[in-house]
């Protein structure tokens, strides 16, 4: 702990490989139920074990899948998983990024969109126009996060990036201090250095992030240079000392950069849109599917299976398995009560 701020750090679980059985499970007893005493869970996957997928019943036809690069790796181990249960069930997936899956659900092209950043409230209004005649409405779903981390030049001296709701990571300008590395804490000679921001391209999801946690709700220009890939980004940002970028913690370790942690202040309210029944900090993004489904009446059986096993044990096992942050308990079952029936067990 520095000051009023605390250091927020996601753990990353890596698990093997470990598929559905190909019929339903018996219900579980937790010890919880029997009165005995547990001992805290060390690996959050085993607080999620109770929550196996249970299918109301076997269900067959074709999902298709399209969106986020971020999320096309689970989504295979979704399909693979999900098939094991259901043999006569397709999941075709389509890459292309958040800004293409949701254009594809849109158009009908897609059953589920793949998205790394949250729906806006004017994609929502063009949803309901179209979606409002067929009986349809839009229900997004989180399923995953994403440690995100800033990296700068490997002789940048800053250790940590300090953040907060009102000013994002570019705090308050002093008296005569430009868009300068001492914007963001520096002193000595980095304090000078030119504050350059590097990042991927509008659309993604990750650029959605950088430009929500960059300046808070302040109004601050900052000139953005884009990148078409995160190795490009990367390279950029070791080739500057004035350099600032923003990628997954997935996304690797790359020579000439070092990750500097987001330090956030320990009385910063949650995040206005923070996923229910979540405690997790903005440096964490939520990764989503949205779906359209009836107005009225249930859900295609296909899409209420999909769902549901992506919201239980087996579904986060395939989370964990990409190296993403699985889904908590408390997360799941906001989720399971927000959406009722569907994917209730």
Not at 236 to 264: E, H, M, Q, T, Y
């Amino acid at each position: 702990m520095a000051g009023n701020a605390m250091r927020l750090v996601c753990v990353v679980v890596l698990v093997a490989a470990i598929r559905a059985p190909a019929a339903p499970a018996e219900p579980s007893v937790s010890p919880a139920d029997t009165g005995a005493v547990v001992a805290p869970a060390t690996d959050p996957l085993d607080d999620l074990e109770p929550l196996g997928y249970q299918p109301l019943g076997i269900v067959s036809g074709t999902l298709r899948l399209a969106g986020s690069t971020t999320l096309q790796q689970p989504a295979a181990f979704w399909s693979e998983g999900f098939s094991a249960v259901h043999p006569d069930a397709a999941v075709g997936i389509q890459s292309g990024g958040s800004e293409a899956g949701w254009k594809a659900l849109l158009e009908g092209a897609a059953d589920v969109a793949l998205l790394s950043r949250p729906v806006s409230e004017m994609e929502r209004r063009a949803f309901e126009k179209t979606a409002d005649a067929v009986g349809k409405k839009l229900v997004v779903i989180p399923v995953a996060f994403e440690r995100l981390v800033w990296i700068v030049h490997a002789d940048n001296p800053v250790a940590e990036i300090h953040w907060s709701p009102d000013t994002g990571v570019v705090q308050t300008a002093a008296e005569g201090v430009g868009l300068t590395w001492g914007r963001l804490g520096a002193d000595g000679e980095q304090a000078g250095v030119p504050l350059r921001v590097h990042a991927t391209e509008l659309g993604s999801g990750t650029r959605w992030h950088l430009d929500r946690l960059l300046t808070g709700t302040a109004s601050v220009s900052v000139d953005v240079k884009e990148h078409a890939t995160i190795k490009d980004l990367a390279v950029a940002v070791a080739a500057d000392r004035g350099g600032l970028g923003l990628i997954g913690d997935n996304d690797g370790v790359w020579p000439g950069v070092k990750s500097s942690p987001l330090l956030i202040p320990a009385e910063a309210d949650p995040p206005a849109d923070a996923v229910p029944g979540s405690e997790r900090t903005p440096d964490c993004r939520p990764l989503l599917v949205a779906i359209a489904v009836p107005t009225e009446g249930e859900w295609p059986a296909i899409l209420r299976e999909f769902v549901a096993y992506v919201l239980s044990w087996q579904g986060q096992l395939d989370v964990a398995q990409d190296g993403l942050l699985p889904l908590s308990r408390s997360e799941i079952l906001a989720q399971r009560e927000i959406l009722g029936g569907p994917v209730e067990r």
